[in-house]
């Protein structure tokens, strides 16, 4: 399965592609796609959607994580955030790649084990830990201490969009196997 996890933002959008096989993790690319801060809000949206895009069209993901919006401190940055999380999941619909919104929340406590607290850092080791356990993928390998956050939180979201999908179909079996029981 391949998955792109997308850790949206306005000046910084970090996007990774893994191929996920059980529980075997190898990292294909990643990247931070920039927009200009001083610059009108409609096209920075739109190179970014154009960036994006890009990734898209070459790595034809099956599924696509994208991080939740959250209001913390600006309204109005949350705003902007929705506007790139509106137009990541436009791209990926209009290429037919199934939409995983995923929270911070449950990245964190998947990632983590359970620590939905946990800060950045915590989520960076946990996750470069995770990649370290297939060393046979020279991309795994380039993933250490100092890349930037965006890339290892996109990293997370795939994770994250991979596991809540093999739960939504267990979910969906469990289900099944309620209904039969049920008219027999």
Known sequence: MRVIGIDPGLRELGWAILDINGKRIKLRDFGVIQSQDNGELAKRVWEIGKK?????????????????????RDPSASLKLGIIVGTCLEIARRRKVEVQIISPLYVKSKITGGDQMA???????????????????????????????????????????????????????????????TTK
């Not at 915590?122 to 990649?131: D, M, P």
């Not at 250490?144 to 739960?167: C, F, Y």
């Not at 939504?168 to 209904?179: F, P």
């Open 119 to 181: 800060d950045k850092e915590k989520v960076k080791k946990s996750v470069i830990r995770k990649l370290k356990k297939f060393e046979g993928n020279k991309m795994n390998s380039k993933i250490t201490q100092d890349i930037p956050h965006h890339i290892t939180d996109a990293i997370s979201i795939a994770i994250s969009a991979n596991l809540k999908k093999s739960e939504e179909k267990n979910e969906n079996r469990e289900k099944i196997k309620v209904n039969l029981q």
């Open 52 to 72: 994006i895009e890009i990734v898209f069209r070459k790595w034809k993901p099956d599924i696509a994580g994208i991080e939740s919006v959250f209001v913390w």
